[in-house]
């Protein structure tokens, strides 16, 4: 639990990653653990503050039921170029590593398409960073979170 | 109406922009809209109440926006230039001016587009602010609070217990076994491989067969 200015700031931490397992990242991102939804696993997001939009790729979607019902048709630019797709509004929680707080669930806004690679991941600003307050220690790969 | 000119409107700076600085009822506006939109017919109507051949005399001016009769939305100030003058509206009053029937022809604005048109813009905010003025003047048009809510922050849930630990295993098991793998998904957990397939949807399935008490990471492989 961190606290600024005396009062608790954020409630929960995980580790993050900072290279995928395939390696071709150039840089070091921050990777963390993110539960879509109900599902029974853990996945990883890249966490992106100046991407404008949340994505999930399509066979999560689909796994969540998200990517074959309605719901509102958008065209976003994304780092892959324009897509089209759909925002949908899911359950997804940050879990906190035992001894790191508590896990933060949450509604959030999330872009689904099938036009996407296959297990790549994005946590944005709109309808999810947004709403949350998080910190990052990245010399112990450290990503803490709460609620407002 | 078209949607270059709300999406303009709803990206302008929020500081008044008046050519002169003695108009203090201006200050009140937030969101601009110009001469141009206020005659706009889409908006009012096509009422003639803010025709530049309808303005209220200058002795009337003075008197500050207090003493506007009931009903005129906008304080006009004698010494600007009508051309010049944008007008400024917050949400409140917004939905105020909409319920005094001002934008009678709302249902004529196509909110849904121009709000698609700012989210593909990367103009999220104003979509959002878009989003609930056409909430306000639309009424209970489901389709309007659903983007609404899209465009919402985060609602939170819960709070719960820990339930994740340090991957560093699972990661490192990942990275040593990416030739393995290659087009799959793999579930990992600390005791190391729990299943792989071609598909989430069979990875998912023999997870929840093999070990219903684990929480897999799970990793899919270009």
Same mark, same amino acid.
């Given at each position: 639990?961190? /606290?600024?200015? &005396?009062?608790?700031? %954020?409630? +929960? ?5 900072? !290279?995928?397992?395939?390696?071709? =990242? $150039? ?7 993110v ?7 853990t996945?990883?997001?890249?966490l ?13 979607? /689909?796994?969540? &039921?998200?990517?074959? %019902?309605? +719901? ?5 630019? !994304?780092?892959?170029?324009?897509? =089209? $797709? ?37 946590? &944005? ?13 990245p ?10 | ?22 108009s203090?009822?201006?200050l ?19 009422e ?13 001016m ?18 600007l ?21 001002i ?116 990793y899919r492989?270009?």
């Amino acid at each position: 639990m961190l /606290h600024l200015a &005396g009062e608790v700031f %954020t409630k +929960g931490g995980s580790r993050f990653e900072d !290279t995928l397992p395939e390696g071709g =990242e $150039g840089s070091a991102k921050i990777f963390v653990k993110v539960i879509p939804g109900d599902l029974p696993v853990t996945i990883f997001a890249q966490l992106d503050t100046g991407a404008p939009w949340s994505i999930f790729d399509p066979e999560i979607a /689909h796994a969540l &039921g998200v990517l074959d %019902t309605e +719901g509102e048709h958008v065209r976003i630019a !994304t780092r892959l170029g324009d897509k =089209e $797709g759909k925002l949908v509004r899911i359950r997804v929680t940050l879990p906190a590593d035992v001894g790191l707080g508590v896990s933060l669930g949450f509604e959030a806004t999330v872009f689904v398409t099938t036009d996407w690679p296959i297990g790549r991941n994005f946590i &944005g600003y709109c309808g999810f960073v947004q709403g949350i307050r998080i910190a990052l220690d990245p010399q112990n790969n450290v990503f803490y979170f709460g609620s407002y | 109406m078209s949607g270059e000119n709300v999406i303009g409107a709803l990206n302008e700076p929020v500081a008044p922009r008046l050519e002169s600085t003695s108009s203090l009822s201006s200050l009140r506006y937030r969101h601009s809209i110009s001469d141009q939109r206020l005659s706009s017919p889409a908006i009012f109507g096509g009422e003639r109440a803010h025709h530049l051949s309808r303005r209220r005399p200058k002795r009337y001016m003075a008197q500050g926006p207090s003493s506007m009769p009931e009903g005129h939305p906008f304080p006009i100030d004698a010494d600007l230039s009508w051309r010049r003058i944008r007008y400024r509206i917050s949400l409140e009053e917004a939905a105020v001016h909409t319920r005094r029937g001002i934008l009678q022809h709302v249902g004529e604005i196509p909110f849904v587009a121009l709000i698609d048109a700012l989210i593909e813009r990367d103009q999220v905010k104003a979509a959002e602010h878009l989003a609930e003025i056409a909430v306000a003047a639309s009424g209970e048009n489901p389709r309007l609070i659903a983007l609404r809510e899209l465009l919402s922050p985060p609602k939170l849930l819960s709070h719960g217990p820990a339930v994740e630990q340090d991957r560093r295993f699972e990661t490192e098991w990942l990275k040593a076994h990416r030739e393995d793998y290659r087009g799959q998904w793999v579930a990992v957990s600390e005791r190391g491989l729990v299943a792989h397939a071609r598909t989430l949807g069979d990875l998912l399935a023999a997870v929840g067969t093999v070990r219903r008490l684990e929480r897999p990471l799970i990793y899919r492989f270009d």
